[in-house]
């Protein structure tokens, strides 16, 4: 059958691949509980008809604010098959930013997972305009539970049944289904509006270049209320792949282990993570294993899908039967396909996971996007590192003559919800997407060589709008300047020039002494006074955001010494050339190459 809608996935897998187990996630004993194809076709049913019996109409938009789990998916069948709009959010967000979203979005039900996540919304609930109706996966004392909801929909499913049908019938490709709010340089998150047929298109085109089938068993962590991860569970369940939701990021190792993992979405983080552990077990080897070990490493990091030679075959083979087919025995023993996304990955992590059967294909694309643009083939093996494979079938692209990245097509959005003027801004009279990513193409592989805005990504995929913190940490009277880094690692940091008027006062009341400004900012005084005001910010921000170290610097940044553009803008790589030293011990780069030696 052509999947065009969302809900087209649920019934190809209950027409093709009957009903085996596809959604599992451990309960509160530690053991998995499973759900098998018809079950997930009677939750999702339930919960479109419980929608319906309480009065929601086409285009309602329905929040759900939850970790990885079953009812996820559930929700996200049943909402659409109502007639309703996912609007999926984060978990870990501020209550400030949840009033901003559930408002701006017009939720009108809200689904909540558990009550750590709940009490996040609660102070958000009494300036929710719409009154929307809240349910809560857990039960929780003093809210309508899902257990309450789903008996409600089976109740009046015989009453709504013919509706739903309707509905589904009625559906066009180009209806919206989901509303997906991401972060913008404003500082308020912007809506993008995305069409059933955008991110499945996406997901079929992706699933199409790829080995898995309904034998092999997936496991997610990454958020769902990510476009990435959603595509993503969209393509194994085309696929009919079985997919785990981890208990935690704690438990990767566990989990993969445990239910015999062939594949999982990751971002560049956890797999500098798994990286590390790797490397940490080798040191603590003795005599001729860990020489053993070292020398499979650099095997490893060399390793080549196509040009091998006799003699690096068979040195390869004796690594992976002394060395790489442990690391797979402590995963799950299995071989696997792992999708990587959300930033760039360092060529030797990718060379070394691939040797260990472990095979790493880098992607690239944008919420705007459905979201792939670009993707290495596991169909074809391709190990291109440094690249984020050709452009999908399908997918319209092209450079601008500046070498930002262009695309258009069925995964392009309808635009930003609320917002015009964002809208044109990022898409032209002609229709193409401007990304704001600078590419150029390598032999037909995509390679992202800079970028365009200032919007930036840690090595976790989250996303960093570096401005908006910089206008926020100047707020601060104590804070004259600031500069926010952190592309690819793991935390951001800031490097800070203080309002020196205002330290001198602050130095003279409580007396501490000084010479100069230079020697100024290394006081540690004057540091846990900064500390102070960056962490009152920090108590405002979601977690990723959070300013995890600084360091402060004696310079004024003017447009005379080059630091300023003439509208008084940051020059960014005019700061991090006179910076690289303080940039380099903040993020430890200097012992990085040593270990790396």
Same mark, same amino acid.
């Given at each position: 059958?052509?999947?065009?809608?969302?809900?087209?996935?649920?019934?190809?897998?209950?027409?093709?691949?009957?009903?085996?187990?596809?959604?599992?996630?451990?309960?509160?004993?530690?053991?998995?509980?499973?759900?098998?194809?018809?079950?997930?076709?009677?939750?999702?049913?339930?919960?479109?008809?419980?929608?319906?019996?309480?009065?929601?109409?086409?285009?309602?938009?329905?929040?759900?604010?939850?970790? +990885?789990?079953?009812?996820?998916?559930?929700?996200?069948?049943?909402?659409?098959?109502?007639?309703?709009?996912?609007?999926?959010?984060?978990?870990?967000?501020?209550?400030?930013?949840?009033?901003?979203?559930?408002?701006?979005?017009?939720?009108?039900?809200?689904?909540?997972?558990?009550?750590?996540?709940?009490?996040?919304?609660?102070?958000?609930?009494?300036?929710?305009?719409?009154?929307?109706?809240?349910?809560?996966?857990?039960?929780?004392?003093?809210?309508?539970?899902?257990?309450?909801?789903?008996?409600?929909?089976?109740?009046?499913?015989?009453?709504?049944?013919?509706?739903?049908?309707?509905?589904?019938?009625?559906?066009?490709?180009?209806?919206?289904?989901?509303?997906?709010?991401?972060?913008?340089?404003?500082?308020?998150?912007?809506?993008?509006?995305?069409?059933?047929?955008?991110?499945?298109?996406?997901?079929?085109?992706?699933?199409?270049?790829?080995?898995?089938?309904?034998?092999?068993?997936?496991?997610?962590?990454?958020?769902?209320?990510?476009?990435?991860?959603?595509?993503?569970?969209?393509?194994?369940?085309?696929?009919?792949?079985?997919?785990?939701?981890?208990?935690?990021?704690?438990?990767?190792?566990?989990?993969?282990?445990?239910?015999?993992?062939?594949? $999982?979405?990751?971002?560049?983080?956890?797999?500098?993570?798994?990286?590390?552990?790797?490397?940490?077990?080798?040191?603590?080897?003795?005599?001729?294993?860990?020489?053993?070990?070292?020398?499979?490493?650099?095997?490893?990091?060399?390793?080549?899908?196509?040009?091998?030679?006799?003699?690096?075959?068979?040195?390869?083979?004796?690594?992976?039967?002394?060395?790489?087919?442990?690391?797979?025995? +402590?995963?799950?023993?299995?071989?696997?396909?792992?999708?990587?996304?959300?930033?760039?990955?360092?060529?030797?992590?990718?060379?070394?996971?691939?040797?260990?059967?472990?095979?790493?294909?880098?992607?690239?694309?944008?919420?705007?996007?459905?979201?792939?643009?670009?993707?290495?083939?596991?169909?074809?093996?391709?190990?291109?590192?440094?690249?984020?494979?050709?452009?999908?079938?399908?997918?319209? $692209?092209?450079?601008?003559?500046?070498?930002?990245?262009?695309?258009?097509?069925?995964?392009?959005?309808?635009?930003?919800?609320?917002?015009?003027?964002?809208?044109?801004?990022?898409?032209?009279?002609?229709?193409?997407?401007?990304?704001?990513?600078?590419?150029?193409?390598?032999?037909?592989?995509?390679?992202?060589?800079?970028?365009?805005?200032?919007?930036?990504? #840690?090595?976790?995929?989250?996303?960093?709008?570096?401005?908006? #913190?910089? +206008?926020?940490?100047?707020?601060?009277?104590?804070?004259?300047?600031?500069?926010?880094?952190?592309?690819?690692?793991?935390?951001?940091?800031?490097?800070?020039?203080?309002?020196?008027?205002?330290?001198? $006062?602050?130095?003279?009341?409580?007396?501490?002494?000084?010479?100069?400004?230079?020697?100024?900012?290394?006081?540690?005084?004057?540091?846990?006074?900064?500390?102070?005001?960056?962490?009152?910010? +920090?108590?405002?921000?979601?977690?990723?955001?959070?300013?995890?170290?600084?360091?402060?610097?004696?310079?004024?940044?003017?447009?005379?010494?080059?630091?300023?553009?003439?509208?008084?803008?940051?020059?960014?790589?005019?700061?991090?050339?006179?910076?690289?030293?303080?940039?380099?011990?903040?993020?430890?780069?200097?012992?990085?190459?040593?270990?790396?030696?």
């Amino acid at each position: 059958m052509k999947l065009l809608r969302n809900f087209d996935i649920l019934d190809n897998l209950k027409e093709n691949y009957g009903n085996k187990v596809v959604l599992g996630r451990r309960d509160a004993t530690g053991k998995w509980r499973e759900y098998t194809v018809e079950e997930y076709c009677e939750h999702a049913n339930a919960i479109a008809s419980a929608l319906l019996e309480m009065g929601v109409q086409k285009g309602d938009k329905v929040a759900t604010i939850m970790q +990885n789990r079953p009812e996820w998916n559930f929700l996200d069948m049943g909402i659409t098959m109502a007639g309703g709009i996912h609007v999926p959010v984060y978990p870990t967000l501020s209550p400030t930013e949840y009033k901003y979203i559930l408002n701006h979005s017009d939720a009108k039900f809200i689904f909540i997972g558990v009550e750590q996540i709940y009490r996040r919304v609660e102070p958000a609930i009494p300036d929710l305009v719409l009154n929307p109706q809240i349910f809560t996966i857990d039960p929780i004392e003093g809210r309508r539970s899902f257990a309450e909801f789903l008996e409600t929909g089976r109740a009046n499913l015989e009453k709504w049944a013919p509706t739903i049908q309707k509905i589904k019938e009625e559906t066009s490709p180009e209806d919206i289904s989901t509303l997906i709010y991401t972060s913008g340089t404003t500082g308020n998150p912007k809506g993008v509006l995305l069409r059933h047929k955008s991110m499945v298109i996406n997901a079929a085109t992706v699933a199409s270049l790829h080995t898995h089938t309904s034998k092999d068993v997936i496991l997610s962590f990454l958020p769902l209320s990510h476009v990435y991860e959603r595509v993503c569970n969209y393509m194994y369940q085309i696929l009919g792949s079985s997919i785990y939701y981890a208990t935690s990021l704690a438990s990767i190792a566990k989990d993969l282990k445990d239910i015999h993992s062939t594949g $999982f979405c990751a971002v560049p983080r956890v797999l500098e993570t798994m990286f590390n552990k790797l490397q940490a077990a080798g040191k603590d080897l003795k005599g001729i294993k860990k020489r053993i070990y070292k020398w499979a490493f650099r095997i490893a990091q060399v390793y080549d899908n196509e040009n091998q030679s006799w003699f690096y075959k068979k040195k390869y083979d004796l690594a992976d039967k002394l060395v790489y087919s442990k690391w797979r025995e +402590n995963l799950g023993g299995m071989p696997m396909i792992i999708v990587s996304g959300g930033s760039s990955i360092q060529e030797k992590i990718i060379r070394t996971f691939t040797a260990a059967k472990l095979q790493i294909y880098e992607g690239y694309g944008l919420t705007e996007t459905s979201p792939v643009i670009s993707v290495n083939n596991p169909r074809k093996r391709e190990l291109h590192p440094g690249t984020v494979g050709p452009i999908l079938p399908g997918v319209e $692209f092209k450079l601008a003559d500046d070498g930002e990245i262009l695309t258009k097509g069925d995964c392009l959005m309808v635009g930003y919800y609320k917002d015009d003027a964002a809208t044109k801004a990022v898409v032209d009279e002609e229709g193409w997407f401007h990304t704001g990513d600078i590419g150029m193409l390598v032999d037909g592989y995509l390679k992202i060589t800079d970028r365009k805005k200032e919007i930036f990504k #840690l090595s976790t995929g989250k996303y960093i709008a570096p401005q908006v #913190l910089e +206008n926020r940490l100047k707020e601060s009277s104590f804070i004259e300047q600031a500069m926010v880094i952190g592309e690819n690692e793991k935390i951001a940091a800031a490097l800070i020039v203080p309002d020196f008027d205002t330290l001198h $006062f602050w130095c003279a009341k409580h007396k501490v002494h000084y010479v100069d400004n230079e020697e100024l900012v290394h006081n540690p005084d004057v540091i846990k006074r900064v500390q102070r005001e960056v962490s009152k910010l +920090n108590e405002t921000l979601p977690e990723h955001e959070q300013i995890r170290q600084f360091r402060l610097v004696a310079d004024s940044w003017t447009t005379q010494t080059g630091e300023l553009s003439q509208t008084l803008k940051l020059r960014r790589s005019v700061l991090y050339k006179k910076y690289d030293a303080i940039c380099r011990e903040i993020y430890q780069y200097d012992k990085k190459e040593k270990n790396e030696e």
